[in-house]
């Protein structure tokens, strides 16, 4: 079962799954359809669907994960060390089953609306990654909503942009930071490991596991 979030300093892992080409897909469904479905004050069912690829990572990942928020084109979760979050290898199967749910969605993109211009059949382009970082957080209530802040954090939402898709070739991996990994046991056959830099911070050991 995930936890509540409740307010005060805790520990444990974060969770960020992030929708690549998300932003340039709606951009190019927005300009196709500027002249009809928009005008008309409808919204193409590409935004609909975009919309279930995020409800179905949420579905996918909580539990064991508890979800903080989303975020545009991520989905931001937590698990604390009391938590039944998965060990070894299962963090892998985790993350993968969640991988193949979205493809899954992606495949039947199609048949679930009628649109078949240039933009909103690029659906296929879009991708997922997930990013896993472990350490210390606060919870604290901004606007009468609980928000999980602390450097850890800010860490887990930079490690977004890193180097891996130019180390793996692809676009889809998690990327687990050593911290995550150790306090999880996660194994590391299969990846690639790297080292990330960002300002403020000292240089972060990772691990990239392709997804396929």
């Known amino acids: 079962m995930s ?11 974060l969770l960020l799954a992030d929708i690549s080409g998300y932003t340039a897909f709606l951009q190019l469904v927005a300009e196709a359809h500027r002249d ?11 935004y609909f669907f975009v919309s279930s690829l995020l409800d179905g990572i949420v579905e996918r990942i909580v539990p064991p994960f508890t979800l903080s928020k989303l975020e545009g084109d991520a989905v931001f979760a937590f698990a604390g060390d009391e938590g039944d979050v998965p060990r070894g290898a299962a963090v892998l199967e985790c993350l993968s ?22 933009a909103c059949s690029r659906v296929d382009n879009l991708d997922l990654k997930f990013v896993l970082h472990a350490g210390s957080y606060v919870v604290q209530s901004i606007a009468g909503s609980p928000e ?25 991996y998690a990327l687990i930071t050593e911290a995550a990994a150790l306090r999880l046991a996660v194994p590391a056959q299969g990846a690639r490991e790297l ?3 960002y300002e403020h911070y000292a240089p972060i050991a990772v691990r990239v596991y392709p997804l396929r």
């Open 148 to 172: 999980l802040v602390g450097p850890e954090v800010v860490m887990a939402h930079r490690l977004l942009k890193n180097h891996a898709a130019e180390i793996i070739g692809r676009p889809a």
């Open 195 to 197: 080292t990330e830099t």
């Open 3 to 13: 936890n509540p979030i409740k307010p005060g300093l805790s520990s444990g892992t």
């Open 36 to 46: 009809d479905a928009f005008a008309d004050g409808r919204v193409p069912d590409a």
């Open 97 to 118: 089953a969640c991988y193949a749910a979205f493809h899954d969605r992606l495949g039947r993109a199609l048949e679930v609306w009628t649109c078949r211009c240039g």
